[in-house]
């Protein structure tokens, strides 16, 4: 890949990894990854699709991950707004005052938040895999964890084989690097769902390199915390959203099931929703990531 730059930008006390790819005078998209995933979860081949339509594209590790600063969470915890804060440091590290934001799992939440509340800095608004950024899915899980009915009020808990691999990782020793990668391994591949195949080599490279990359891996569980914690700057209306909006999810996301996507599309004024059949919660799967480069690609060419 062409003209790669990296870059340490600040975000108030914070120092951000970020990572540069394409013409720095092309549009920017910039992609935000979901909670604990570092920014080399963006596959290269989705990156390389995005650039090769002419745009630079800037992905980055979330405080808690890889390269960035790691934080006391029990002393100085965090929320959505402050992830959405080292977006816009990342933005303006780059010298950037908008870009095309795509956002995936909890990412998609975050680029939500700056839709509402920083609409000049996003140019268009894409996520993947997400639900609406004010939906509090913990009643939900509860319910589900503990065999209760689901209410029907509600949007649907992760699949029973997620629920059953979460109980079953919580007994799997994970002291040593082959022991990390291996639970790790065995998580994507029960998000990458049934229906599309899985890229294990893939799935093992980004796993490994993660392990390897990060200098505090327990930090990274602080993004869960900071997932949960709703409030209300969260529940502000998505139908303030005026960035054209694009919504993709899977039709087997054991994770977030299709209609956390269909409500979030039904939220925003005019959205797309671009269901992908088969898709889970993942970018491991042959194509699957080309696939969505291009159709980033299109969304923010027709914007």
């Known amino acids: 890949m062409v003209e790669r730059e990296e870059l340490i930008v600040r975000s108030n006390e914070l120092q951000l990894w970020t990572e540069r790819f394409g013409g720095p005078n092309d549009p920017a998209v910039l992609l935000i990854m ?15 699709a995005i650039v090769a339509g002419g745009r630079q594209v800037i992905r980055f590790d979330h405080r ?19 992830i959405a804060s080292d977006v816009t440091a990342v933005l303006d590290g780059h010298g950037l005052t908008a870009a095309h934001i795509v956002g995936a799992s909890l990412g998609g939440a975050v680029a939500q938040w700056l839709a509402v509340h920083r609409p000049e800095r996003v140019l268009t608004l894409t996520s993947i895999m997400s639900g ?9 899980w509860a319910r589900a964890m503990t065999g209760q009915a689901p209410d029907p009020d509600d949007l649907p808990p992760p699949a029973p084989s997620f629920l059953r691999h979460l109980a079953h990782r919580a007994t799997l020793p994970q002291a040593t690097r082959d022991e990390h990668v291996a639970a790790n391994l065995e ?11 899985f890229d294990e080599v893939a799935a093992r490279r980004f796993v490994e390199a993660s392990y390897d990359r990060a200098t505090d891996r327990a930090a990274a569980l602080n993004h869960d915390l900071a997932g949960r914690r709703m409030t209300d700057d969260r529940r502000a209306p998505l139908s303030s959203i005026k960035a054209p909006t694009l919504v993709i999810h899977g039709t087997e ?7 956390h996507g269909e409500a979030l599309a039904e939220q925003i004024p005019h959205a797309r929703l671009q269901v992908i059949s088969g898709m889970g919660h993942a970018f491991f799967s042959p194509e699957l990531p080309r696939q969505i480069g291009e159709i980033i690609l299109k969304h923010t060419a027709s914007a």
């Open 34 to 48: 979901g909670t604990s995933a570092q920014g080399i979860g963006w596959p290269d081949e989705l990156v390389k």
């Open 132 to 140: 609406p950024m004010g939906c509090d899915a913990g009643p939900a």
């Open 187 to 197: 998580t994507w591949r029960v998000l990458n769902g049934d229906v599309l195949p």
């Open 64 to 82: 808690d991950t890889g390269r960035s600063t790691c934080v006391d969470f029990a002393t100085t915890p965090y929320t959505l707004a402050d």
């Open 253 to 259: 996301d054991p994770l977030r099931p299709l209609p």
